[in-house]
């Protein structure tokens, strides 16, 4: 399995921006479709982005269209998470979340998770 590590959570103010970053380690990165997750307190843990093997192909939940983009860089083997105009009903700890191969978005297929990491929107 892929061993995964997230950084880059924070405080901040709605409208702000936030990049999440995902450190892999342990197997090839890139025969891994990735995900990012969050899940808010008393709430299931939710897809937010994927991104296929290649980062050829991406999708988003509706709720982060057109604000979140999901991107990677195989010669780092980091995933990232670009967030903008961020709204309080994003706080959550958001975890990334490796599949090897083809890439879905529900959360029982992915075998390798990062700890998370935390993110707070305030009005």
């Known amino acids: 399995q892929v061993q995964l590590v997230e950084s880059g959570g924070g405080l901040v103010q709605a409208g702000d921006s936030l990049r999440l970053s995902c450190a892999a380690s342990?197997?090839?990165?890139?025969?891994?479709?990735m995900g990012w997750f969050r899940q808010a307190p008393g709430k299931e843990r939710e897809f937010v982005a994927g991104?296929?093997?290649?980062?050829?192909?991406?999708y988003y939940a509706d709720s982060v269209k057109g604000r979140f983009t999901i991107s990677r860089d195989n010669a780092k083997n980091t995933l990232y998470l670009q967030m903008n105009s961020l709204k309080p009903e994003d706080t959550a700890v958001y975890y990334c979340?490796?599949?090897?191969?083809?890439?879905?978005?529900?959360?029982?297929?992915?075998?390798?998770w990062g700890q998370g990491t935390q993110v707070t929107v305030s009005s």
């Open positions: 979340a490796a599949k090897y191969a083809v890439l879905t978005t529900r959360a029982q297929d992915f075998a390798s």
């Open positions: 342990g197997r090839t990165f890139s025969s891994y479709g």
């Open positions: 991104i296929t093997v290649s980062g050829g192909n991406t």
